[in-house]
């Protein structure tokens, strides 16, 4: 109960926090949605417009309407491409799951075999190398990153296409699994990299401790060492706070796929809310932040349970 209270009271701080920046921002949403027909379009046509979609009264009134629809699960309808928020929603997720997944279970392994190699190899140059190539991602912008990869691999060895999700001027039927691939690759990589630095860092920590512990030293008298070593005492007391530290990092996935979709133009959720922001489309982006604040909710509770699973000491004394 005390989740769902503390869900209810973030989303609702959060949706209404963006609902104010976009009131704020010098973005006309009806000047937006007319676009180049402006000087077209009378100002009774303007008040019309305006009265349509709801713009003409007060802000407060206006979040108060959404809200109390969005609580019925009608999300409203996006005026850029006015259809149903939950259905562009459904459509667009389905693109950023698979890049927010390769990314996730990419970054995931290579940061825990880079921490554990840093570990085994405390002191050394690989430990040394392993460690700046993490500190080094970790003061690296995802677009600027996107940029570079962008740069060398589409641009100079022209092995992956600039941009996109398909081939453009391609009929949706005729796209071929091999060409969403090569799409797929860049935004990928790019994400994969970015989270490869806070899990190998963990991880070599972790092992480090756990190869100072006691009954680890006991286990190198007995003359385990190397990959029996780690196996048998350093596998099962790394892995879930790894996996933890994982399912923890889903906000920053979500807001580095929001910077890699926008540099590589991948049509997902990403792309979308960047284009309901400058485009002053509320319904859309309220949505987008809507289900962007569940999705990392849900993240850090699946870390949290997980913790309690793996540490006892977290667990709550329900005897008291």
């Not at 979040?63 to 309808?77: E, K, M, N, S």
């Not at 630095?197 to 512990?213: E, G, N, W």
Request: aromatic share 12%.
């Amino acid at each position: 109960m005390k989740k769902l209270i503390r869900a209810a009271s973030l989303i609702a701080a959060v949706c209404l926090l963006s609902f104010l920046l976009v009131k704020s921002s010098p973005i006309d949403p009806v000047q937006a949605y007319i676009g180049a027909d402006m000087m077209r379009i009378s100002p009774e046509q303007r008040e019309q417009i305006a009265q349509y979609w709801g713009l003409d009264k007060p802000a407060l009134e206006q979040f108060l309407h959404w809200g109390q629809a969005a609580v019925t699960g009608d999300l409203g309808t996006s005026m850029i491409y006015r259809r149903p928020v939950f259905e562009i929603i459904q459509e667009k997720f389905l693109s950023s799951l698979a890049l927010m997944l390769g990314a996730w279970i990419s970054s995931g392994i290579l940061g825990f075999l880079l921490g554990v190699f840093a570990a085994m190899k405390r002191a050394t140059w690989v430990d040394r190398l392993i460690r700046w190539y993490c500190y080094t991602l970790a003061s690296t912008p995802a677009f600027w990153l996107g940029l570079l990869l962008l740069m060398i691999f589409a641009v100079w060895l022209n092995w992956f296409p600039v941009g996109m999700g398909v081939p453009a001027g391609v009929l949706a039927e005729d796209v071929m699994l091999a060409d969403r691939l090569k799409h797929f690759i860049l935004p990928a990589l790019t994400l994969s990299i970015i989270g490869v630095a806070p899990i190998a860092l963990h991880t070599r920590q972790k092992l480090i401790d756990v190869l100072a512990s006691d009954y680890v030293l006991f286990a190198r008298a007995r003359g385990e060492k190397g990959f029996v070593l780690f196996w048998r005492h350093g596998l099962r007391n790394i892995a879930l706070p790894a996996i933890t530290l994982q399912f923890a990092a889903f906000s920053e996935l979500f807001g580095g796929t929001v910077l890699a979709e926008q540099v590589f133009s991948y049509p997902g959720l990403g792309q979308a809310t960047v284009e309901a922001g400058i485009r002053g489309d509320v319904p859309l982006l309220l949505g987008l932040v809507l289900f962007s604040s569940l999705f990392v909710f849900a993240g850090n509770t699946i870390a949290d349970l997980l913790y309690r699973i793996v540490d006892p000491r977290m667990r709550e004394d329900r005897t008291v």
